[in-house]
């Protein structure tokens, strides 16, 4: 008889912390004006997160290799095109379909999460955020309790 080997959810869950961010910017904007408040490097990644055929996000990622953090900077809404079979008078209009990687927060527009090892002063980096003109608000969430914690494990 074979043994059978289990891992436990612990042995393989990140730490990390998360804010979320409300701003009418664009992604890129969000991440410009990001890069001259905290003198950050994000680029964008050169794939996309795809968390289902229907679903993918742009993120913006920098590895902060002087205090040993990953920083990434994602979408919480993807809009997709969706091709519906209809009759009658909008029959040849497209149609959208939103879509959101944490959806117990749609009201969030991006999440900027950062996986470190040590002590990291969310307030004073909240702060920091909230001097960004056409960030609307800036705060901490708790990672632990989202149902959807998973779609921000990548």
């Given at each position: 008889?074979?043994?059978?080997?289990?891992?436990?959810?612990?042995?393989?869950?990140?730490?990390?912390?998360?804010?979320?961010?409300h701003s009418t910017m664009q992604d890129?904007?969000?991440?410009?004006?990001?890069n001259n408040v905290l003198m950050s490097l994000f680029?964008?990644?050169?794939?996309?997160?795809?968390v289902s055929?229907?679903?993918?996000?742009?993120?913006?990622?920098?590895?902060?290799?002087?205090?040993?953090?990953?920083?990434?900077?994602?979408?919480?809404?993807?809009?997709?095109?969706?091709l519906?079979?209809?009759?009658?008078?909008?029959?040849?209009?497209p149609s959208f379909a939103k879509h959101y990687l944490v959806p117990e927060h749609k009201e969030v527009d991006y999440f900027v999460k950062i996986e470190h090892d040590d002590d990291l002063n969310t307030s004073d980096l909240v702060k920091k955020l909230l001097t960004i003109p056409k960030i609307?608000?800036?705060?901490?969430?708790?990672?632990?309790t989202l149902k959807s914690r998973n779609n921000l494990i990548f």
């Open positions: 008889m074979a043994a059978v080997h289990k891992i436990s959810g612990d042995f393989y869950e990140e730490d990390f912390t998360l804010i979320a961010l890129y904007a969000v991440v410009y004006a990001l680029v964008r990644a050169p794939k996309d997160l795809e055929e229907h679903m993918s996000f742009p993120f913006f990622e920098w590895q902060d290799d002087q205090h040993d953090r990953y920083w990434i900077v994602i979408a919480n809404k993807s809009t997709k095109k969706e519906l079979v209809r009759d009658g008078l909008f029959q040849d209009e609307i608000t800036a705060y901490s969430l708790d990672a632990d």
